[in-house]
């Protein structure tokens, strides 16, 4: 049955903002989230047609759209004016009600773009392309990234970003990309002739991460690889048709990502300099240790103990979906010498923004995503299994990356954790002809 010119028009679509959405910026600003939005709720249309045309609808409720759809209620409770009608008194909840219905409309598109992929990215090919083109994204990014270490050797300094403002959601990309390379490579379903094309990239990408000077991404990176091996390793020792010829192949590709990562970023220190990187870490202690003056420290630690507050003070409801740096004011110690914006910590962020009950559906979200990753990581489809498990490792990694960054406030960076997540949680297929048998 040949696929309908729209549903592959859809497809072109969402392999198109997997690819453009990073390049302004990570799409942090009005205007560019605006244009992601819109390109969202184009498809969306082109979506609706579809269902017109074929006289049904096509969609895969992945389990995992209940607990945002949940999150998505909340954003509305909080802008939802309550008060009394006698007086004419109304309030909100959140403290800015605009910023919260701002974010209901980015949480409404991102829905709709989970949906979108999960229903779309549907068979081998369509998942193959998509981490093919996850990775070429990255990998040009990190190339970029790489150039700038050099070029800012010369002249500033600043390392390695891409075209993100912030250094380290430069690194929450990459990681992501480089946890397909990695999945592709031990899953057995790149080709003996592309297997150097996708070490390559995953150098470019390891290098990137360690010029980039991100304590959170190399920790992140470390993690990630740690997490990829070892749930790699079981899934195919335990298969009773792995010969003891393939079980070494699987050990030398699982040594070659591991060397691959390690060998990335100590070359990349030995060709550009480590000062940044090692800087960052020695700092570190002086920043924990409160060493440093308030006029020249941005600690984690004094964000985080003031958002701590801010939570003890609104412990049920929250301060507002996106309204953080409005409710942070008024917790700030450092007299305005800093401007805060973020937590710094999405858990932390997301309990202050919407309450115990935002941190209770983030937790749900979480547990899912994993007991469905790994559900999906017992299909006998090859295929699906590599890339499931990439999409698994890079979702950890970014869960790891998440105690100590925001990348998930980040539009570009929000958008691959779902794709990654929607590609992690396809489930296993029931048609036995569609598996591969081993």
Known sequence: ??????????????????????????????????????????????????????????????????????????????????????????????????????????????????????????????????????????????????????IGRLFWQRGAFGPFVNRNHFAGFLVMGVALAGGLMIGRVVKQAWLAVYGSCALAMCAGIGLSASRGGVLALAAEIVFLVLIALPTFFHSRSENKTRRAGILIRAAAVLLIGAGAIGGAMWLVGSEGLVANFSQLQAETGGELPASERFSRRDIWRATTEMIKDHPVTGVGLGAFQFAYTQYDQSSGIQRVEQAHNDYLQIVADAGLVGGFIALVFIVLLFARGFITLQTHNRQKRAVAMGALAGCFAIAVHSFVEFNLQITSNAQLFLALAALATTGRHKQRESEEME
């Open 1 to 150: 049955m040949q696929t309908p010119l729209l549903e592959k028009i859809i497809y072109v679509m969402l392999l198109a903002l997997l690819a453009l959405t990073p390049l302004p910026y990570g799409s942090v600003e009005t205007w560019s989230i605006a244009l992601w939005e819109v390109m969202v709720f184009g498809t969306v249309v082109l979506w609706a047609l579809l269902t017109v045309v074929e006289g049904k609808l096509k969609i895969h409720l992945n389990p995992l759209v209940w607990p945002m759809l949940a999150l998505l209620i909340v954003a509305i409770v909080q802008v939802w004016p309550f008060g009394s009608a006698a007086t004419g008194e109304r309030s909100t909840i959140s403290f800015s009600p605009f910023v919260t219905y701002q974010f209901a409309v980015k949480l409404f598109a991102s829905i709709c773009f989970f949906l979108l992929f999960a229903t779309f990215i549907n068979n081998d090919q369509r998942r193959t392309m998509a981490a093919k083109v996850i990775i070429a994204v990255c990998s040009v990014i990190a190339i970029v990234g790489i150039g700038q270490a050099y």
